[in-house]
């Protein structure tokens, strides 16, 4: 429900072993490249999501046929659908609807769709995204909020993108991967979401070389065949567990995640102070008495994710010392300092920095999630404060971690969800 609550009590150390869910980003982009083919894909791993129930509605809307089996699973079936607008009250709930315009538009020739939504983080401009397939041959106008593309037949092209943007870099290399000839994408984002998009396109039968590096070339196919595919873990899931384990002295071993996900937080929580154990698809995470404050940047992958930057400042709200974290991706991406102060920390915010001076102890507050990551910062400082904390708005927490209230009880924080 939009009005439900989380009731956070501090001071629990955090202890226990939590199983990472799939990846949200990595399910919803592969969720749109099932329209390519005609025939059945099966998805597994797929997580509970309120985005994830978004795309299933948007591609329902086109007349796609979509199932929950057991397990996680989803059936998703192609084979014939006609309708190729994805309209405003679905796709202004989440910006990656945009990634069923490229498939739209090498199945349909032509898609309609409205101007996205989502988490008020940033501009995110859809440009890189027309300017792709224009390259491809489309002719693409937007109109009273809507974008709307046609094209006879989609030829491959080079594509520079100013930015290495995760969704346009996705939504070109679907619509690439059928089309006419060949398509270079320079500057393109190497995010793993994007090697595995690029993995399960090259498993229906694409061809792509370059997945991971800034260039990727894909090879136009005729057809492509129906998978049966399993996401990779949410690495920005794990990354919030880590802080937990870290901001709470606690000791928490993260399963089913690959450390080479998330790189950067684990060298920055170990410059922290942090203790970290990794085997090849888990991490045992040791929370020290007192955490060592460190500065940050944000940067597009293999840099330190945008997506953790949030969580990582509630971090830095006790650590001993000044940090600065530098946010070089979103643009407005500070939202949750105001409710953080109102907690008790030191942040003062100079453009695109946000300097924080460590404080001894966090107070509880009623504060508000403005966004999905800047929502579990707060739960993270909830999780120290002394007192107890009222979190509201917390639909926004539901759009990307599942069970988030029960896997927190689990590992023994005193959390829960109360209806308003």
């Not at 920390?345 to 920095?353: H, P």
């Not at 508000?368 to 904390?389: E, K, P």
């Given at each position: 429900m939009d009005s439900d609550k989380f009731i956070i009590t501090g001071g629990k150390r955090l202890e226990g072993s939590v199983e990472i869910s799939g990846a949200k980003n990595s399910a919803l982009s592969i969720m749109a490249a099932t329209l390519l083919t005609k025939d059945v894909c099966i998805l597994r791993n797929i997580p509970h999501l309120t985005d994830v129930d978004t795309m299933i509605a948007v591609i329902r809307k086109l007349g796609i046929k979509v199932e929950w089996k057991e397990d996680n699973t989803l059936y998703i079936d192609s084979d014939y659908f006609n309708n190729y607008e994805a309209p405003y009250e679905l796709v202004k709930k989440m910006r990656a609807s945009i990634l069923v315009m490229g498939p739209l538009l090498a199945r349909l020739n032509k898609a309609k769709i409205s101007l996205p939504g989502g988490c008020a983080i940033g501009a995110r401009p859809v440009d890189f995204h027309i300017k792709g397939f224009e390259t491809l041959g489309a002719q693409v106008e937007v109109e009273k909020g809507y974008i709307k593309a046609e094209v006879n037949k989609l030829r491959g092209g080079d594509i520079y993108l100013d930015f290495p943007s995760l969704g346009a870099t996705e939504n070109i290399m679907m619509a690439a991967s059928l089309a006419e000839g060949v398509t270079k994408i320079e500057n393109a984002a190497k995010d793993p979401e994007v090697v595995e998009l690029g993995n399960f396109l090259i498993k229906m039968g694409a061809k792509i070389e370059g997945l991971g590096t800034?260039?990727?070339?894909?090879?136009?196919?005729?057809?492509?065949?129906?998978v049966d595919y399993n996401i990779i873990p949410d690495r920005i899931e794990a990354g919030t567990y880590m802080i937990a384990a870290a901001i709470t002295s606690g000791d928490i071993l993260i399963e089913k995640i690959d450390p080479l996900l998330i790189k950067p937080l684990i060298v920055k929580l170990e410059e922290a102070g942090v203790k970290i154990k990794q085997e090849k698809d888990f991490i045992e995470v040791i929370g020290p008495n007192s955490i060592n404050a460190v500065d940050i940047k944000t940067l597009p992958y293999p840099g330190f994710p945008t997506d953790i930057q949030p969580q990582f400042m509630a971090l830095s709200c006790v650590a001993k010392g000044t940090s600065v974290i530098t946010e070089t991706v979103f643009e407005n991406r500070f939202a949750h300092t105001g409710d953080l102060i109102r907690m008790g920390a030191d942040i003062k915010v100079e453009g695109r920095s946000a300097i924080i001076k460590g404080v001894k102890k966090l107070s509880a507050?009623?504060?508000?999630?403005?966004?999905?990551?800047?929502g579990a910062a707060l739960i993270l400082a909830g999780l120290v404060a002394d007192g107890t904390t009222e979190l509201s708005r917390i639909y926004h927490l539901d759009r990307g971690y599942v069970n988030l209230e029960k896997k927190l009880t689990a590992l023994g924080a005193d959390i829960h969800r109360v209806e308003e």
């Amino acid at each position: 429900m939009d009005s439900d609550k989380f009731i956070i009590t501090g001071g629990k150390r955090l202890e226990g072993s939590v199983e990472i869910s799939g990846a949200k980003n990595s399910a919803l982009s592969i969720m749109a490249a099932t329209l390519l083919t005609k025939d059945v894909c099966i998805l597994r791993n797929i997580p509970h999501l309120t985005d994830v129930d978004t795309m299933i509605a948007v591609i329902r809307k086109l007349g796609i046929k979509v199932e929950w089996k057991e397990d996680n699973t989803l059936y998703i079936d192609s084979d014939y659908f006609n309708n190729y607008e994805a309209p405003y009250e679905l796709v202004k709930k989440m910006r990656a609807s945009i990634l069923v315009m490229g498939p739209l538009l090498a199945r349909l020739n032509k898609a309609k769709i409205s101007l996205p939504g989502g988490c008020a983080i940033g501009a995110r401009p859809v440009d890189f995204h027309i300017k792709g397939f224009e390259t491809l041959g489309a002719q693409v106008e937007v109109e009273k909020g809507y974008i709307k593309a046609e094209v006879n037949k989609l030829r491959g092209g080079d594509i520079y993108l100013d930015f290495p943007s995760l969704g346009a870099t996705e939504n070109i290399m679907m619509a690439a991967s059928l089309a006419e000839g060949v398509t270079k994408i320079e500057n393109a984002a190497k995010d793993p979401e994007v090697v595995e998009l690029g993995n399960f396109l090259i498993k229906m039968g694409a061809k792509i070389e370059g997945l991971g590096t800034d260039l990727i070339k894909i090879n136009g196919v005729k057809k492509l065949n129906g998978v049966d595919y399993n996401i990779i873990p949410d690495r920005i899931e794990a990354g919030t567990y880590m802080i937990a384990a870290a901001i709470t002295s606690g000791d928490i071993l993260i399963e089913k995640i690959d450390p080479l996900l998330i790189k950067p937080l684990i060298v920055k929580l170990e410059e922290a102070g942090v203790k970290i154990k990794q085997e090849k698809d888990f991490i045992e995470v040791i929370g020290p008495n007192s955490i060592n404050a460190v500065d940050i940047k944000t940067l597009p992958y293999p840099g330190f994710p945008t997506d953790i930057q949030p969580q990582f400042m509630a971090l830095s709200c006790v650590a001993k010392g000044t940090s600065v974290i530098t946010e070089t991706v979103f643009e407005n991406r500070f939202a949750h300092t105001g409710d953080l102060i109102r907690m008790g920390a030191d942040i003062k915010v100079e453009g695109r920095s946000a300097i924080i001076k460590g404080v001894k102890k966090l107070s509880a507050a009623p504060v508000m999630a403005s966004d999905l990551r800047g929502g579990a910062a707060l739960i993270l400082a909830g999780l120290v404060a002394d007192g107890t904390t009222e979190l509201s708005r917390i639909y926004h927490l539901d759009r990307g971690y599942v069970n988030l209230e029960k896997k927190l009880t689990a590992l023994g924080a005193d959390i829960h969800r109360v209806e308003e």
